[in-house]
């Protein structure tokens, strides 16, 4: 399957606040998908762990 992007609500530990963001999915090795971007205010990286899909 080809990369999946996921946009929507991050938190940042940094800002202690949502971002809206965009990422790459990415699936480890237990077949968690987890979606990673960047904090658009303070470059920090995000991460956020995805439900399976439904
Ligand atoms: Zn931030």
Not at 25 to 44: D, H, L, Q, S
Request: aromatic fraction near 8%; include cysteine.
């Amino acid at each position: 399957m080809a990369d999946q992007t996921y946009s929507g609500e991050f938190y940042c530990v940094k800002c202690k606040a949502k971002r809206e963001a965009e990422g790459a999915i990415e699936v480890n090795a237990k077949g968690t998908r987890i979606a990673k971007a960047k904090c658009p205010v303070c470059g920090t990286n995000l991460t956020r762990f995805l439900p399976k899909a439904a």
